[in-house]
């Protein structure tokens, strides 16, 4: 079956960076698009961009550009999401998502990360 | 301020039948792009309810159902239980923004 297994809860200091991962099993890694989508205390989803397995490319939303950075490992079907310069307002659930053509048909487990002084 | 709109807020007596709305525009629903409803629980991810406007992925249950027309679009749920109490969210693509776009999303109650 399929399984997004992300990597566990992140504490950073304002300024320093984090890299989150999303192990994927249960299907061929390089023939589904992979995003990322994360969620404030107590707000809305909020999509972060997307990585295309089989090459690397990726397109990031505007108001992360130069922040953020997804790449992925084929040898182990894993995706990587960095966000550096990290800011309070960073702090969020960060998920990992399989697209399915427009869709996101499988979610991570979601990781927490706390961006705290 | 999300790009979809969605009513903060629903809710319905158990047996009732409630709508959820998703307002967008001629860049993103408007524009033809498909549109896309999850369910999330409350402390998990996000699951996916309703794809392609309409279509219901296996395992979910018919009383829920999904619907398209020039702007915006509509998840309705049928037959109220209160394991449906949960946040719904829309989803579809915007050209002008060139990714997706999420509604704000919508809290279920069963009353």
């Known amino acids: 079956q399929v399984q997004l297994v992300q990597s566990g809860a992140e504490v950073r200091k304002p300024g320093a960076s984090v890299k989150v991962s999303c192990k994927a099993s249960?299907?061929?890694?390089?023939?589904?698009?992979m995003h990322w989508v994360r969620q404030a205390p107590g707000q809305g989803l909020e999509w972060m961009g997307i990585i295309i397995p089989s090459g690397g490319s990726t397109t990031y939303t505007q108001k992360l550009q130069g922040r953020l950075t997804m790449t992925k490992d084929t040898s182990t079907s894993t995706v990587y999401m960095e966000l550096s310069s990290l800011r309070s307002e960073d702090t969020a659930v960060y998920y990992c998502?399989?697209?399915?053509?427009?869709?996101?048909?499988?979610w991570g487990q979601g990781t927490l990360v706390t961006v705290s002084s | 301020q999300s790009v979809l709109t969605q009513p903060p807020s629903v809710s319905g007596a158990p047996g009732q039948r409630v709508t959820i709305s998703c307002t967008g525009s001629s860049s993103n629903i408007g524009a033809g792009y498909d549109v896309h409803w999850y369910q999330q629980l409350p402390g998990k991810a996000p699951k996916l309810l309703i794809y392609?406007?309409?279509n219901r992925p296996s395992g979910v249950p018919d009383r829920f159902s999904g619907s398209k027309s020039g702007t915006s679009a509509s998840l309705a749920i049928s037959g109220l239980q209160a394991e449906d109490e949960a946040d719904y969210y829309c989803?579809?693509?915007?050209?002008?923004?060139?990714?997706?776009?999420f509604g704000g999303g919508t809290k279920l109650t069963v009353l």
């Open positions: 249960g299907y061929t890694f390089t023939n589904y698009y």
């Open positions: 998502a399989r697209d399915n053509g427009g869709y996101n048909d499988y």
């Open positions: 989803q579809s693509y915007d050209s002008s923004l060139s990714g997706r776009v």
């Open positions: 392609g406007n309409s």
